[in-house]
């Protein structure tokens, strides 16, 4: 619930052009992932994208967080 909250959170601030939102949600999504302790993190970056559409971010953002979660370490 806290993830949804902080990945609307940036949405909803609108704070910069669409490549600055897009950093900001990638950054938070890869520091959820590395906080998680599911010990599911083969497939964090999955259930991170499914959640970005469930957020209704567009296909695009939503792809690209999921690559930002893959590249958490």
Request: proline content about 0%; aromatic content about 4%.
């Amino acid at each position: 619930m806290q993830t949804i909250a902080g990945l609307r959170k940036i949405v909803v601030d609108d704070a910069g052009t669409s490549g600055m939102i897009l950093d900001q949600l990638c950054r938070f999504a890869r520091a959820e992932a590395r906080r998680s302790s599911s010990g599911r993190r083969t497939n964090l970056h999955e259930e991170f994208f499914k959640l970005a559409l469930e957020c209704d971010l567009d296909l695009h953002v939503a792809r690209c967080i999921r690559d930002g979660v893959r590249q958490a370490k």
